[in-house]
């Protein structure tokens, strides 16, 4: 199989919808099968790489911080890009701006870059094909 | 106070919190004084299915180790005190079968909801 670029538009904040994790789980599958991926994050989706979000317990289960092992998306697009150097893929991440001012969210994890809606066009005109998953 | 919680926006973070997010809610308000009941509604009836698995999602080296699991959520919630409700037109629509169901799992149909409602100080639709 040749190697394609694939371009994706995420738009849903974190801690929402399955959106987020079935977006997630394309672009894992893309980088397995060797190509290279784009993400370009617009408005509650800049969110998704903050540094600053902390896992917590959950008393109503019972468990501490260790045992709960709270899932963050920022740490699923660090596995996410530790995956696209083992398989030799580019896998670039740009957050909308505007976006990231409007919530406060700019200290995103390193390798997400901040950008605009032209970065997305160019993406999108040099991939063989993009998927926008706006927000419901 | 007595509140009803309609839960009708089903899955939603599920997978990021581990639990839903309303039932976790409800739960906390009923350790707190409380008298919190949920009725699921549309997609939620799904909740009320024993045995459902959302283990294995991955992502490169990360592996989800504490998925969520809405039924159990459940069941501890009617140990708690809690009493739950599902619409039965709901659930007969997604062919939910009955001998799936968590027991405990109470059943109304929409003709019924303004009885229910009736019962509660207040309803909370999320």
């Not at chain 1, 040749?2 to 789980?25: G, H, I, N, Y």
């Not at chain 1, 370009?40 to 989706?45: D, L, P, R």
């Not at chain 1, 260790?66 to 899932?71: D, I, K, Q, S």
């Not at chain 1, 993009?130 to 419901?136: F, N, P, R, S």
């Amino acid at each position: 199989m040749s190697k394609k670029t694939l371009t994706f538009l995420l738009m849903d904040a974190p801690f929402e919808q399955a959106r987020v994790t079935t977006a997630f789980r394309l672009i894992e599958d893309a980088l397995e099968k060797g190509h290279d991926v784009n993400v370009f994050t617009y408005e509650g989706g800049v969110s998704l790489s903050f540094t600053e979000q902390k896992p917590h317990p959950n008393a109503v289960h019972g468990r501490s911080v260790v045992e709960e092992e709270h899932p963050l998306p920022k740490d699923w697009i660090a596995f996410i890009q530790e995956k696209a150097k083992e398989k030799g893929c580019n896998f670039n991440w740009i957050n909308c701006g505007l976006c990231l001012d409007e919530r406060g969210v700019n200290d995103a994890i390193a390798g997400c870059e901040r950008g605009g809606p032209a970065d997305f066009l160019v993406w999108a005109k040099n991939s063989t094909s993009t998927l926008v998953i706006g927000t419901k | 106070m007595k509140a009803l919680q309609i839960i009708q926006s089903a899955y939603r973070c599920t997978v990021e919190e581990q639990d839903d997010p309303v039932v976790w809610f409800a739960q906390v308000l009923q350790n707190n004084g409380g008298e919190i009941d949920i009725l699921l509604k549309g997609n939620a009836v799904n909740y009320v299915i024993a045995g459902q698995d959302s283990s294995g999602l991955k992502f490169g080296k990360w592996q989800q180790n504490q998925p969520a699991k809405l039924d159990l959520d459940l069941t501890d919630c009617l140990k708690n005190g809690l009493g739950i409700y599902i619409i039965s037109e709901d659930a007969q629509d997604r062919g939910i079968p009955t001998d799936k169901i968590i027991a405990g799992i109470k059943t109304v149909s929409r003709k019924e909801l303004p009885a229910l409602f009736e019962e509660y100080e207040q309803v909370w639709h999320w």
